[in-house]
């Protein structure tokens, strides 16, 4: 496998990979005999590399180690304040740095290698490996508080939220949590506690992915095995959606005194088909339901439409007769109404206009004149 030379140097212990890179640019280092220069060159795992002339051991095998890191000690490889480190603590011959960090004043898991394309996957958000914590908090610790920290606190890195939270005790001032988040951000936990009015007094780490603390007590620590370091590798598995199983609804057309092959099949399987009543407005013949229509000219009656059976003498008298009622009697009319327009105009005169007058009396003799 080729990887870039930095990465070899310091997998070996030679130095850090940022220490390595600037001894490249100098030229101190030769791959086979060839001196390198070029920052991200590429070389097998196993080549032979000299550093100022010296030759570099091959590398030590993979080393994986869970400690369960106590109060007070710098979670590095190396501290510039020349403070204890877990590496100091552990005393390995091989260069094992942490995976992750824990504050100086946490404690808790903590897990060291020397594998770094294993480690570089293990913090990989794609696994997903879930962080829980055991905090002991101080102040008001309200429903309000506890929703708010799984809705999300905005910190400088983004929104920090946790994906569970369950109180363990409760007393006056003082409350013991249970966090569960899916990130390692810098002193994570206390900012989203501050952040909703609780101060953390101690803090825990009692598991990462499928490993927990088990019964290591502060200090002590235990090489991993086959089956934890294959896990720590494998993809997180994702919460299964709770879905409903439900029965298959067959809806077939509903049919007086007749049953489907469907749904007797699913009489005898004990299932159930639902056959929905649907109102339907249905157009139905005029012709079938009052008879033949009848057009009449004259004495002749022709009639119209389809042919259908004769109708009984009730049908035939009309709709009166159905109902059972006679038909509604007409008031007698007047002389003067019976005897029609010419009457009337005879029994009074229209009014005449003034010329016609005029005419009439030029016409009519005058009284007393011969």
Same mark, same amino acid.
């Given at each position: 496998?080729?990887?870039?030379?930095?990465?070899?140097?310091?997998?070996?212990?030679? @130095?850090?990979?940022?220490?390595?890179?600037?001894?490249?640019?100098?030229?101190?280092?030769?791959?086979?005999?060839?001196?390198?220069?070029?920052?991200?060159?590429?070389?097998?795992?196993?080549?032979?590399?000299?550093?100022?002339?010296?030759?570099?051991?091959?590398?030590?095998?993979?080393?994986?180690?869970?400690?369960?890191?106590?109060?007070?000690?710098?979670?590095?490889?190396?501290?510039?304040?020349?403070?204890?480190?877990?590496?100091?603590?552990?005393?390995?011959?091989?260069?094992?740095?942490?995976?992750?960090?824990?504050?100086?004043?946490?404690?808790?898991?903590?897990?060291?290698?020397?594998?770094?394309?294993?480690?570089?996957?293990?913090?990989?958000?794609?696994?997903?490996?879930?962080?829980?914590?055991?905090?002991?908090?101080?102040?008001?610790?309200?429903?309000? +508080?506890? +929703?708010?920290?799984?809705?999300?606190?905005?910190?400088?890195?983004?929104?920090?939220?946790?994906?569970?939270?369950?109180?363990?005790?409760?007393?006056?001032?003082?409350?013991?949590?249970?966090?569960?988040?899916?990130?390692?951000?810098?002193?994570?936990?206390?900012?989203?506690?501050?952040?909703?009015?609780?101060?953390?007094?101690?803090?825990?780490?009692?598991?990462?992915?499928?490993?927990?603390?088990?019964?290591?007590?502060?200090?002590?620590?235990?090489?991993?095995?086959?089956?934890?370091?294959?896990?720590?590798?494998?993809?997180?598995?994702?919460?299964?959606?709770?879905?409903?199983?439900?029965?298959?609804?067959?809806?077939? /057309?509903?049919?007086?005194?007749?049953?489907?092959?469907?749904?007797?099949? +699913?009489? =005898?399987?004990?299932?159930?088909?639902?056959?929905?009543?649907?109102?339907?407005?249905?157009?139905?013949?005029?012709?079938?339901? $009052?008879? /033949?229509?009848?057009?009449?000219?004259?004495?002749? @009656?022709?009639?119209?439409?389809?042919?259908?059976?004769?109708?009984?003498?009730?049908?035939?008298?009309?709709?009166?007769?159905?109902?059972?009622?006679?038909?509604?009697?007409?008031? $007698?009319?007047? /002389?003067?109404?019976?005897?029609?327009?010419?009457?009337?105009?005879? +029994?009074? /005169?229209?009014?005449?206009?003034?010329?016609? =007058?005029?005419?009439?009396? =030029?016409?009519?003799?005058?009284?007393?004149?011969?």
């Amino acid at each position: 496998m080729v990887v870039r030379l930095q990465k070899v140097m310091a997998d070996r212990g030679v @130095a850090s990979r940022r220490a390595a890179e600037e001894m490249i640019s100098e030229g101190r280092v030769r791959v086979n005999g060839d001196l390198i220069t070029t920052l991200g060159t590429r070389v097998p795992e196993d080549a032979h590399i000299e550093v100022d002339g010296r030759l570099i051991a091959a590398p030590a095998a993979h080393r994986y180690v869970l400690l369960n890191k106590p109060v007070g000690i710098v979670s590095t490889a190396q501290d510039e304040h020349g403070r204890r480190t877990v590496v100091d603590h552990i005393g390995a011959r091989e260069r094992l740095y942490p995976v992750g960090r824990l504050d100086t004043d946490s404690e808790g898991l903590l897990i060291l290698t020397n594998d770094g394309m294993w480690a570089e996957r293990v913090l990989h958000p794609r696994y997903g490996h879930e962080r829980e914590y055991d905090a002991w908090v101080e102040g008001d610790l309200t429903d309000e +508080a506890l +929703a708010r920290l799984q809705r999300g606190i905005p910190l400088e890195e983004g929104i920090a939220r946790a994906v569970r939270v369950s109180v363990r005790s409760r007393s006056r001032g003082r409350s013991r949590l249970s966090l569960v988040l899916l990130t390692g951000w810098k002193r994570q936990v206390r900012r989203m506690c501050l952040a909703v009015g609780l101060k953390v007094t101690r803090l825990v780490r009692v598991r990462m992915g499928p490993l927990d603390l088990g019964k290591l007590r502060p200090g002590e620590f235990r090489d991993l095995t086959k089956r934890e370091i294959d896990a720590m590798t494998a993809p997180a598995l994702q919460p299964k959606q709770q879905v409903r199983e439900e029965k298959t609804q067959t809806i077939a /057309p509903r049919r007086l005194g007749v049953r489907s092959a469907e749904t007797r099949a +699913a009489s =005898r399987d004990g299932g159930w088909v639902a056959t929905p009543r649907v109102t339907r407005r249905v157009a139905v013949s005029r012709a079938r339901v $009052e008879g /033949p229509r009848r057009q009449w000219n004259g004495a002749r @009656a022709v009639q119209a439409g389809r042919p259908t059976r004769e109708r009984d003498a009730r049908a035939a008298a009309g709709p009166a007769a159905r109902l059972g009622q006679r038909p509604r009697p007409t008031r $007698e009319r007047r /002389p003067r109404a019976a005897a029609g327009p010419a009457a009337r105009f005879t +029994a009074r /005169p229209l009014p005449l206009r003034r010329s016609t =007058r005029a005419a009439a009396g =030029r016409a009519a003799p005058r009284r007393g004149s011969r």
